[in-house]
């Protein structure tokens, strides 16, 4: 007997878990916060410091919900209710990965930019080197986040089983 599955929308999946196992999604909820909020602890520790601290005491894990005016660089937006995010400074990119160097005349990188800094050497940034803080802590934490989100649907499942 061959198996036939059933492509749904994350509505229907959601409408469909939520009928089944109540707290399920109210437990997912809990978990990705507690992953995102660890995340963000770890991503601190590791994170470059600078002159001062701003930076890395910058880093915070919450709701998407809480934050509406935060810029999301996803071409998706999510429809979740209980999405949750990494909130960063925003030179998080560079500081990532690094830059080239550049102009930094009236300008920049145009043609009448390049020229100006043909002329004037000082105008050049000599660029930063990449300190990758980010998405090594993140890839090195993503297996114990999928068990933190593992064990709180496994919880609402045994509560619905012990009903």
Not at 21 to 32: D, F, H, I, R, S
Request: hydrophobic share 40%; no cysteine.
């Amino acid at each position: 007997m061959a198996l036939k599955a059933k492509i749904q929308g994350r509505a229907a999946v959601t409408r469909n878990l939520n009928a089944f196992v109540p707290n399920a999604l109210k437990y997912a909820a809990e978990a990705n916060l507690k992953v995102v909020q660890e995340v963000a602890e770890k991503i601190s520790a590791v994170a470059p410091t600078g002159a001062t601290l701003e930076y890395m005491e910058g880093f915070s894990g919450d709701f998407l919900k809480n934050h509406p005016d935060a810029e999301n660089f996803s071409k998706n937006p999510t429809k979740d209710k209980d999405a949750t995010g990494l909130f960063a400074p925003w030179t998080w990119r560079w500081l990532e990965y690094g830059t080239a160097p550049h102009s930094t005349a009236p300008g920049g990188g145009t043609v009448a930019g390049r020229a100006a800094a043909a002329s004037n050497p000082a105008g050049m940034h000599p660029g930063t080197t990449a300190q990758p803080h980010i998405w090594p802590t993140w890839n090195s934490f993503r297996a114990t986040a999928i068990k933190i989100k593992k064990a709180a649907i496994s919880k609402a499942f045994r509560e619905f089983n012990r009903k």
